[in-house]
């Protein structure tokens, strides 16, 4: 169980597109989903909380109009990254929060970006 | 806020005991974690401890938490070349943190099985 997954799990695009990765819970409902960035050979920066039926909360010093997050169900929160740049080129790993005792979070697989 | 580390490479032989370790901050931290990933993957849950306890086993991986001194270690008995990733170690916010549900990660360590 605790299954999550990701769509694309790779996409280039050309600069000044914008991509949207999705993030879904397969067999449980997730109020609450992570959003992290991974720069090659780094640990996780965690970029905002989506939190369903509401208004993500994003991490200090990440754009919100650059990086739409829309939680619309319990099981999918996309994120969209707006007129792509080079810059932008990395893997973004989604997690959801599975509400047990434990609030484990279980990850997708991630989805790398690159941005020629 | 919180600062979990780790060192950043570790090498050991096919059959040898790993030993993992990771130093964090926030003595209130709640649910600590160890998580793998390999190479273009996500991360894989591998076992978790609540700060009130000890040490817990699960088939080849035993957690250490030493409370006091902030120490947390993941021992993999008998490594195989397959154990080969990175090893992520993640704490859960405790007072310190802006949100108790968030992680924070150390910067993963590189498991590397020589045959």
């Known amino acids: 169980g605790a299954v999550v997954s990701q769509h694309p799990s790779w996409v280039i695009c050309k600069s000044g597109t914008s991509v949207k990765i999705e993030c879904r819970s397969l067999?449980?409902?997730?109020?609450?989903m992570f959003w992290y960035r991974q720069f090659p050979k780094q640990s996780l920066m965690l970029m905002a909380t989506s939190n369903e039926g509401s208004k993500a909360t994003y991490e200090q010093g990440v754009e919100k109009d650059k990086f739409l997050i829309n939680h619309a169900s319990l099981t999918l929160s996309t994120l969209t990254v707006t007129s792509a740049h080079p810059e932008d080129s990395s893997f973004y790993i989604c997690?959801?929060?599975?509400?047990?005792?434990?609030?484990?979070?279980?990850f997708g697989p991630g989805t790398r970006l690159t941005v020629l | 806020g919180e600062d979990v580390e780790q060192s950043l490479f570790l090498s050991v032989r096919e059959g040898d005991s790993s030993v993992i370790n990771c130093t964090y901050t926030?003595?209130?931290?709640?649910?600590l974690y160890w998580y793998k990933q390999e190479p273009g993957a996500g991360l894989q849950l591998l076992t978790y401890?609540?700060?009130?306890?000890d040490m817990k086993q699960d088939q080849r991986l035993t957690v250490l938490l030493n409370k006091k001194d902030k120490h947390l270690s993941l021992r993999i008995a008998d490594t195989q070349t397959g154990d080969s990733a990175i090893y992520f170690c993640a704490v859960k916010g405790g007072i310190s943190s802006g949100s108790a549900r968030q992680l924070t990660f150390g910067s993963g360590t590189q498991l590397t099985v020589l045959p």
């Open positions: 401890i609540f700060s009130n306890m």
């Open positions: 997690s959801a929060l599975l509400l047990i005792s434990t609030d484990t979070q279980y």
């Open positions: 067999d449980f409902q997730a109020t609450t």
């Open positions: 926030d003595s209130s931290s709640t649910y």
